[in-house]
């Protein structure tokens, strides 16, 4: 007798399976452009005003539920890629207005790695079963202050951003893991700045060198 598949289940093949944004047979992958290759990069993240997307650190479960107790789903090489991205974004000071981020345990200890001592916010429209693409709103929204929202998500809702009618971003697969894509809100219908990787925030320390201290009256509470 055919064993049954459990709710949870069922719907985690849907996220891997039907959620995937499908993409033409020959048509080439986005390609975002490298944040590092901007010579500002750094002074823009610091200056505040961005929506950064990052899709959470390298896991051992693929669930789309909401997290329950005390999980910790992410590989030892997951939560060091997320502990060394919140290192370097407090070593870097770029300012902090929000973290807002998917239920699923994933993405909540993804979070919690990168942002040890912030606020976070649960955001619906950062899940991977919602039914509606609402990424493409969030990343339009000026964040509060002169920080930079800090939006954690899925590979798959990455992949639903469109900037004007073409998908931006492919962000699901292997060697994809804490990958980020930020946006600038103010830029209207060109809002995607670029992407980084993993070890791309590494290359934005070795620049950080060069930059005067954030005085104090630029922190952001």
């Known amino acids: 007798m055919p064993r049954a598949i459990s709710w949870p289940r069922a719907l985690a093949l849907l996220g891997t399976l039907v959620l995937q944004r499908p993409t033409a047979a020959g048509a080439p992958q986005p390609q975002c452009p490298a944040l590092t290759e901007k010579a500002d990069a750094l002074s823009v993240l610091r200056s505040g005003g961005l929506v950064v997307v990052i899709r959470h650190a390298m896991a051992s479960t693929n669930e789309c539920t909401p997290c329950q107790g005390n999980q910790h789903p992410l590989t030892q090489d997951g939560k060091a890629q997320a502990t060394a991205i919140g290192s370097a974004i407090r070593r870097l000071q770029i300012p902090v207005a929000q ?47 002169s920080g930079n929202t800090f939006l954690i998500t899925h590979g798959t809702v990455m992949n639903w951003i469109e900037i004007q009618g073409q998908q931006a971003v492919e962000a699901y697969g292997q060697g994809k893991s804490a990958y980020a894509a930020v946006f600038d809100p103010r830029k209207g219908d060109h809002p995607l700045l670029g992407c980084l990787k993993v070890g791309d925030w590494k290359s934005l320390q070795s620049a950080s060198g060069n930059l005067n201290p954030r005085r104090k009256s630029d922190s952001v509470p």
Not at 101 to 118: H, N, Q
């Open 99 to 145: 973290v807002r981020y998917s239920r699923t345990c994933r993405t909540v200890e993804t979070a919690r790695l990168i942002f040890p001592d912030t606020a976070r916010t649960e955001d619906v429209r950062l899940e991977m079963c919602h039914d509606s693409p609402a990424i493409n709103m969030a990343i339009r929204e000026n964040p509060p202050g």
